[in-house]
């Protein structure tokens, strides 16, 4: 029986390895791992950007993380580095075990939420499977973003707004559409406090807004009907 179990976890060591060796790969030809997301032109070229693999250590222990973390609305125009984004990313709803499961934890592990970035460049469509970012439009949707978020200025001001959507149907297949709604509501509050103490790990600002037009954050972002936005966190270097 021990060993089955030293072979079982010997088989999970090398899939995770694995994965990480595939997205280095990948990295090369599509960004750099300290360089800013590339410009639109950039991007619609290549379609898919491959983020930088996650780093599983950092400069501040899970309790300092707590004792830091404060609502951020006000940001330097500085942008986030591409492996900054990488890390929020994954903090959120990174792939952490090769079953698929992730960061946040996920009623019947059906994981619902969809990720999106917004930046100068454009929107983005984060891709957990293959830790990369896909082009949705090009273009600054910040300031209509703000618009249709009750002209909160943070998400002006901020160089990305990390997007938390919902595609509910997953969750109701399993749990009902009574059921299904609080589950999600509750995975979507963990990703988001993954994101938000992730921020403060690596010594950036962010703020959980709940405040905004629902169908129009969906129209301005162009995101498909069945992503319902449930969170906008801007997020940025402190001013």
Same mark, same amino acid.
């Given at each position: 029986?021990?060993?089955?179990?030293?072979?079982t976890?010997?088989?999970?060591?090398?899939? #995770?390895?694995?994965?990480?060796?595939?997205?280095?790969?990948?990295?090369? $030809?599509?960004?750099?791992?300290?360089?800013?997301?590339?410009?639109?032109?950039?991007?619609?070229?290549?379609? @898919?950007?491959? /983020?930088?693999?996650?780093?599983?250590?950092?400069?501040?222990?899970?309790?300092?993380?707590?004792?830091?973390?404060?609502?951020?609305?006000?940001?330097?125009?500085?942008?986030?580095?591409?492996?900054?984004?990488?890390?929020?990313?994954?903090? $959120?709803?990174? #792939?952490?075990?090769?079953?698929?499961?992730?960061?946040?934890?996920?009623?019947? &592990?059906? %994981?619902?939420?969809?990720? %999106?970035?917004?930046?100068?460049?454009?929107v983005?469509?984060?891709?957990? *499977?293959? *830790?990369s970012?896909?082009?949705?439009?090009?273009?600054?949707?910040?300031?209509?973003?703000?618009?249709?978020? /009750?002209?909160?200025?943070?998400?002006?001001?901020?160089?990305?707004?990390?997007? @938390?959507?919902? @595609? %509910?149907?997953?969750?109701?297949?399993? %749990?009902?559409? $009574?059921?299904?709604?609080?589950?999600? *509501?509750?995975?979507?509050?963990? $990703?988001?406090?993954?994101a938000?103490?992730? &921020?403060?790990? /690596?010594?950036?600002?962010?703020?959980?807004?709940?405040?905004?037009?629902?169908?129009?954050?969906?129209?301005?972002?162009?995101?498909?009907?069945?992503?319902?936005?449930?969170?906008? #966190?801007? #997020?940025? *270097?402190?001013?």
């Amino acid at each position: 029986m021990k060993h089955r179990r030293w072979i079982t976890w010997l088989v999970s060591r090398i899939l #995770i390895v694995a994965m990480l060796v595939g997205n280095t790969l990948g990295l090369s $030809a599509c960004t750099t791992e300290t360089g800013a997301l590339s410009t639109k032109t950039e991007v619609s070229k290549v379609g @898919v950007t491959a /983020l930088p693999v996650p780093s599983s250590e950092g400069p501040l222990t899970l309790e300092e993380a707590f004792l830091k973390r404060r609502s951020v609305r006000e940001f330097s125009p500085e942008p986030l580095s591409t492996s900054e984004i990488s890390q929020l990313l994954w903090a $959120a709803q990174g #792939i952490t075990n090769p079953r698929g499961f992730r960061t946040a934890p996920s009623a019947g &592990a059906l %994981y619902p939420l969809e990720l %999106y970035v917004v930046i100068e460049g454009g929107v983005f469509h984060y891709d957990p *499977h293959a *830790h990369s970012l896909a082009i949705v439009s090009s273009g600054d949707l910040r300031s209509d973003l703000h618009r249709v978020s /009750l002209w909160q200025d943070a998400i002006l001001n901020a160089p990305m707004v990390l997007v @938390v959507t919902a @595609v %509910y149907s997953r969750t109701e297949a399993k %749990y009902g559409r $009574a059921r299904s709604p609080r589950y999600v *509501h509750l995975e979507a509050g963990h $990703a988001a406090q993954n994101a938000l103490l992730q &921020a403060v790990s /690596l010594g950036l600002g962010a703020v959980p807004i709940g405040a905004f037009e629902d169908s129009q954050v969906q129209e301005v972002l162009g995101l498909p009907a069945d992503h319902e936005p449930l969170y906008l #966190i801007p #997020i940025g *270097h402190p001013k």
